[in-house]
């Protein structure tokens, strides 16, 4: 079956061609998306009556498929897959980094949370200058200053011991294998690495990706990575001990502190001390088209799953929302109002969200934030014109916030699976070492994430009062990683996995899913074909050359700031439907990436 999957997507390598050329004239530039667009590739949705796996990359999504016909649970699906992703995909998510997985069995869900921490020696200047400004982004970024303590392993361990079917050793055969014989770059890879500046400045990285006159190797070339090869073994053989400790905690620890110009904090204690955590999962019901479903996502630090059930309930209660879609395309006026309550949605988000460890929920609860009330007075802020000042609301009346808002600031890169099984069991996981390449530090085959530069590089606003997602010892950095599982709340019965990467636009790209599919009665694939758009507190931000003149025009007339831009979602999605009277799982992929659906 992997062949004749295959054979269309390698038949669609000449998707990229054409976009290479003008995405390499993104080196030197620091984009709102954390990866650069490398073209459209035409999507099919996959019909899959048992179980089914969505994955960015089509040797990553193999490897699933593979376990699950072995027998083996969505959780073991999804240990294969990241592992397999550290590999084929390096530039979104590895070893390296964090996730954020949801797991359900029947209607019980679990939130287990991979975030990365801070290392204990960090202070909140961490990333101010001597001058008292804040650093540049990749001067933060690039080296070891930005690295936190890695949780995905770790993490995978602990939801494999609760939900796991297939021996541990038997996840890390895929990975392993590719590793060994190799795999074909893409372009897509091959256009990150050949715009990337400061990857091959890491003289491992550059011996690995790139060839002596500093080009990286072509599409096609088979990319081996002993290696990753033989860490995966020993992570099979001997479990996460081998990683977090011994030799290769040391090799990533020497890397951070000995980083010639931007060195960092990491310490073996903090890789011996990393612990993930299992969470309440954050649901709500809502209503979307006159039917009511449970939502059920991340809790903070994450941020996805508040500004999701803000950003529908507020659209949900107001009273200026007009038509959404005509001709296919969301509307100047929707668009509008849309834009108007993910500014409502991004100044709750600055003010209030951050490591519950650390940040107290207003009124000790989060959920506080979505109350009905609470939204139906927000919503009135909601009008045909730019409301020209926006800020936080009060959830909790007579309670003030002890903090200072969060200044605006990028956040990058993410990757997303999607998995259910045929016993029932379901997985959607965002995954992530947050910057293309993230820190452009390369350990025993595998890159470091730069996930702390997911804290605010301004720790305290004029009058020295705080920000709620400043650094800190131990803590996990603010996330917009939105994995959703969606709910019938009567029957209880899984409905949707679904969730995105793309940065602070992580949000926009997994609620127009939820909106395409739920609201607007669109097949998963043109809900995941629609153009992307949405504000993250500043401009309207509207993906490039999908919208018409007249449209940008009728949404400035309204008195918005309008920017297009590349939108490079990877969203993937598994929707239960009715088909030919019998119940399947429709899958679909993102056609602005490489992801591929397989199931049976």
């Known amino acids: 079956m992997i062949r004749r999957h295959l054979g269309v997507w390698i038949g669609g390598w000449l998707w990229a061609a054409s976009a290479l050329g003008q995405a390499l004239e993104w080196v030197g530039t620091s984009p709102v998306q954390p990866e650069m667009a490398t073209g459209w590739r035409s999507q099919s949705e996959v019909v899959s009556p048992h179980w089914a796996v969505v994955a960015a990359h089509p040797l990553a999504t193999q490897a699933g498929y593979d376990i699950l ?17 550290t590999l084929v995909e390096p530039q979104s998510s590895g070893l390296g980094g964090g996730a954020l997985l949801l797991h359900s069995q029947g209607s019980h869900v679990q939130a287990f949370d991979g975030r990365e921490t801070a ?11 001597a001058q008292g400004e804040p650093f540049p982004f990749y001067q933060a970024v690039v080296g070891g200053r930005a690295v936190g303590t890695p949780g995905v392993l770790r993490m995978l361990a602990l939801a494999h011991q609760q939900h796991g079917k297939l021996p541990w050793a038997r996840l890390f055969e895929p990975a392993i294998r590719l590793a060994t014989q190799g795999f074909a770059i893409t372009p897509r890879l091959y256009a990150q690495l050949k715009a990337d500046r400061y990857l091959r400045l890491d003289p491992t990285a550059r011996a690995y990706f790139y060839q002596a006159d500093g080009l990286p190797h072509p599409v096609g070339h088979n990319l081996r990575n002993p290696p990753l090869a033989k860490l995966l073994t020993r992570i099979a053989q001997e479990g996460v001990s081998a990683f977090y400790s011994g030799e290769v905690a040391q090799a990533m620890v020497d890397k951070v502190q000995q980083h010639p110009t931007n060195p960092g904090h990491l310490s073996l204690d903090d890789l011996a001390r990393y612990q993930p955590l299992v969470r309440e999962p954050l649901c709500f019901v809502q209503q979307l088209a006159q039917r009511h479903y ?13 500004a999701i059930g803000q950003l529908l309930g507020l659209l949900q209660h107001s009273a200026w929302v007009p038509e959404p879609l005509r001709d296919g ?3 100047p006026e929707w668009l509008h109002a849309y834009s108007e309550a993910s500014r409502l949605v991004y100044a709750d988000r600055a003010q209030y969200v951050g490591d519950p460890a650390f940040v107290p929920a207003p009124g000790g609860d989060w959920q506080c934030l979505l109350k009905p009330d609470y939204l139906r007075e927000r919503s009135r802020l909601i009008g045909p014109t730019r409301r020209p000042q926006v800020t936080h609301g009060t959830p909790v009346r007579g309670e003030l916030s002890q903090f200072a808002p969060s200044l605006p600031q990028a956040e990058f890169g993410t990757s997303h699976l999607s998995i259910v099984d045929g016993q029932g069991h379901a997985v959607a996981m965002t995954t992530t070492i947050e910057s293309a390449f993230g820190a452009r530090q390369m350990v025993h085959g595998f890159l470091l994430n730069n996930e702390l530069s997911d804290f605010s590089f301004v720790p305290r606003n004029a009058q020295g009062q705080a920000v709620a997602n400043r650094v800190e010892p131990g803590k996990r950095p603010r996330s917009s990683m939105s994995p959703l599982l969606v709910f019938d709340p009567d029957s209880g019965e ?3 996995s679904l969730g995105s990467p793309g940065g602070e636009m992580i949000i926009h790209f997994t609620a127009k899913v939820l909106l395409g599919v739920l609201q607007w009665g669109l097949t998963p694939q043109q809900a995941l074909n ?12 509207l993906e490039t050359q999908r919208f018409s003149a007249a449209s940008l025009g009728a949404l400035r007339a309204r008195g918005g700031e309008v920017q297009t831009r590349e939108l490079t979602s990877g969203a993937g999605v598994l929707v239960r439907q009715v088909r030919d009277a019998r119940a399947v799982w429709v899958g679909a992929s993102d056609p602005r990436r490489e992801g591929l659906v397989m199931g049976q």
Do not use: H, K, W
């Open 494 to 496: 899984l409905m949707m």
């Open 329 to 331: 395309v969301p509307t």
């Open 119 to 129: 290392p204990a020696a960090v202070g909140e200047n961490l990333f101010v200058t």
């Open 294 to 306: 449970r939502i059920c996502g991340f809790p903070p630090p994450s941020s996805g799953t508040l």
């Open 69 to 85: 016909q072995a027998g083996g649970s969505a959780l073991d699906a999804a240990v294969a897959v990241q592992m397999v992703l």
């Open 530 to 541: 629609l153009p992307n758009f949405g504000n993250v507190g500043g401009a309207m931000m």
